[in-house]
């Protein structure tokens, strides 16, 4: 396991205090649960003073957004004081005008203004020169250039006309991960200096330039700082656009391949593995991004939904899903013709009528944790589903997982149930209007909340967050009833996020009140049924 010296935003300009944390797979926990005043681990409060200061002071294209700046003023969030809800923050609550929306050719345009991400804009004759991990622009020197155009020298660097450096990733506030990001130098120079640099490979559409690095290998981070980010800077391109990869992995471009072949009509470029110098007429460097694993409409143009999203994975999955229900039926009546050789008998029958009855019964899937954060009566839940009605499965994801097959899983179920952890990103396969009840466990109500309860009701899922009793946790067994790691879990976050995970994250196992439950999943079981009426009656108008 990894080790990264994280550093706690909020603390770090306070207090200038280090953590070290192990990369885990809820690493979120620590960025905003310790950043947010109104955070389950921590309930200090930054001073809005101090953050808008900040905030002033990472503006790169002031001249642009200084009127912006004025009307945001009055949106800037002191509910979410920080990071959770950034649109208050930055000058993209204007619509749909966006900071750099129009480029002049030849320049680069930054916004620096969101709080998750930078995002630069580079127009006109725009080529990469990953040796020295640059992206260069060439631009005409006539009279009318820059005054800090430098007279020509001997020296290349003295040609750069304007420079910008930028890390693609959108964990901006995360000093420690973003150190782990590559760099990119941006840099404007004159056209004589092109001659350095021929084309390898020229191409007739923009470029979006990104790190799959960082907390990439976690899902929740895959979706949130990847693969969503992706779909709101580049769907609008209509797939007239290459991806350039920082920190390329060959398993992330098999994992997403569904995805980014719905994104793009192009392979992606490795880009420092390919030596080769691209040349493209446009390059977005850097990825947009909303909130927790969702796409907000007032920031897309033509009011692109995160249900837009979702579809996309429909039809990103479809090929591969029609591709394993045709091998299955030919694996079907391949095993049928041997059956009735056998025995001729109206066996055919009953199973055909055994699996009408099944399709009428709601499913409920189960995303299940091995080790901590298990459900440890997950059996006896099965059977209390089964014996309610639902048809139960469980699904046990993995890292290697193929996606298309938990999307086919999913896609097909009416509840989804599962322990707070990064799993529960798989709500996005959810079909909207079907049911997600996420199991809190003591001390994590703020991250399960922030992360997949609030985004799931964005998403359209009716949403149960199911809080654990301490009964209900291992931690019972652990520690004296009146121990504030039982009744007070906040005073436990308060003290920091290596108290956080070491308890609650990494030790904690629920055993549930099967009872209390029982509760939920009849009133989810008949909504269910109500939910399945519907759709069947929608189907024979
Ligand atoms: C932008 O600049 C490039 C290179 O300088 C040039 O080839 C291209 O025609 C220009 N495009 C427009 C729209 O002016
Ligand atoms: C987007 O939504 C706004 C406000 O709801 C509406 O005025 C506008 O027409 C919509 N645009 C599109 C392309 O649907
Ligand atoms: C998902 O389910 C819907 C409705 O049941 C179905 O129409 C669609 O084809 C499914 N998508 C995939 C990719 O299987
Ligand atoms: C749970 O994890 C253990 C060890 O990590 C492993 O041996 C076991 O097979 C896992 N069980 C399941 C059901 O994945």
Redesign the pocket.
């Known amino acids: 396991m990894v080790k990264y010296l994280r550093y706690n935003l909020y603390n770090h300009w306070k207090k200038r205090k280090e953590y070290v944390v192990d990369d885990d797979e809820d690493s979120y926990f620590h960025s905003f649960g310790s950043i947010c005043g109104n955070s389950g681990y921590s309930n200090k409060k930054p001073n809005p003073k101090l953050l808008y200061f900040i905030f002033l002071s990472i503006i790169s294209c002031t001249l642009i957004l200084a009127p912006q700046i004025l009307s945001s003023n009055s949106t800037f969030s002191l509910l979410y004081p920080f990071g959770v809800d950034d649109e208050g923050l930055g000058s993209e609550t204007d619509g749909n005008a966006f900071l750099c929306s129009s480029v002049p050719?030849?320049t680069i345009c930054c916004d620096r203004s969101s709080i998750r991400s930078d995002i630069c804009i580079m127009k006109?004759?725009v080529r990469t020169h990953s040796a020295s991990s640059s992206i260069f622009l060439?631009?005409?020197n006539g009279l009318n250039d820059f005054v800090l155009a430098p007279s020509n020298d001997e020296s290349d660097e003295l040609e750069v006309i304007q420079h910008e450096k930028i890390k693609p990733y959108s964990r901006k506030w995360e000093t420690s991960v973003m150190d782990t990001i590559d760099e990119l130098n941006l840099n404007v120079k004159g056209k004589e200096s092109s001659i350095h640099y021929g084309c390898d490979v020229q191409h007739n559409v923009p470029a979006v330039f990104f790190s799959t690095g960082g907390y990439t290998g976690n899902l929740y981070h895959e979706f949130n700082d990847g693969i969503l980010p992706l779909f709101i800077t580049s769907w609008h391109l209509n797939k007239k656009v290459v991806f350039v990869i920082l920190e390329y992995h060959n398993w992330w471009i098999m994992k997403y391949g569904d995805i980014l072949s719905q994104l793009s009509d192009f392979p992606a470029i490795d880009f420092s593995g390919d030596k080769r110098i691209h040349c493209f007429p446009e390059a977005i460097v850097g990825l947009r991004i909303h909130d927790e694993l969702t796409v907000d409409s007032s920031l897309m143009e033509g009011n692109k939904t995160i249900r837009d999203f979702r579809d996309l994975l429909d039809r990103a999955y479809w090929p591969r899903i029609r591709g394993l229900i045709r091998e299955e039926e030919e694996g079907e009546a391949q095993s049928n013709m041997e059956k009735s050789a056998l025995s001729p008998s109206s066996n055919n029958l009953i199973e055909t009528i055994k699996e009408k009855q099944e399709s009428n019964r709601p499913k409920l899937v189960i995303v299940s944790r091995n080790g901590s954060r298990a459900i440890t009566n997950e059996e006896l839940l099965v059977k209390m589903a089964e014996d309610i009605g639902f048809v139960v499965e469980i699904l046990r994801p993995q890292r290697t997982t193929e996606l298309a097959k938990t999307y086919r899983v999913l896609n097909s179920s009416d509840v989804m149930i599962g322990v707070h952890g990064a799993a529960m990103t798989h709500f996005l396969f959810m079909k909207p209007s079907s049911v997600f009840i996420q199991v809190i466990p003591l001390g994590t109500d703020w991250a399960a909340d922030t992360y997949y309860g609030e985004p799931a009701v964005k998403f359209g899922l009716r949403y149960i967050g199911y809080k654990i009793l301490p009964k209900e946790s291992s931690l019972y067994d652990d520690y004296d009833k009146n121990d504030p790691i039982l009744i007070d879990p906040q005073s436990v976050n308060d003290k920091g996020w290596e108290f956080t995970k070491k308890i609650y994250l990494d030790r904690q196992t629920v055993r549930l009140n099967l009872g209390r439950f029982q509760k939920r999943l009849l009133r989810v079981y008949y909504y269910s049924i109500a939910q399945k009426k519907k759709s069947l009656h929608g189907q024979s108008l």
């Open positions: 050719n030849g006109g004759d060439y631009r005409n």
